[in-house]
């Protein structure tokens, strides 16, 4: 499976617009804000490369689900239950 991303890849400053109030509780409660977000934007990725992931292969899936409901799945003559 390949990296999601280069987690050696240099940090690179930005600008983020956020409600005042938000970042006011955030940095009381001594939240790291940059790494939060990253952690948010990790798995924010996953889930849409997952969701790109299904689309692209709703084809192949919905064929193979029709083969197992046609045929049975690989090895249903070998199980033992």
Do not use: C, P
């Not at 948010?40 to 490369?49: A, G, R, S």
Request: no cysteine.
């Amino acid at each position: 499976m390949s990296a999601l991303y280069n987690v050696h890849a240099k940090k690179k400053a930005t600008n983020l617009t956020i409600n005042s109030d938000l970042l006011t509780k955030a940095k009381e409660l001594h939240i790291n804000i940059s790494s939060s977000l990253e952690q948010t934007l990790i798995q924010i990725i996953k889930e849409k490369e997952s969701q790109n992931w299904e689309a692209q292969n709703k084809s192949s899936i919905e064929k193979y689900n029709e083969r197992v409901t046609d045929h049975g799945s690989f090895g249903d003559e070998m199980r033992n239950f």
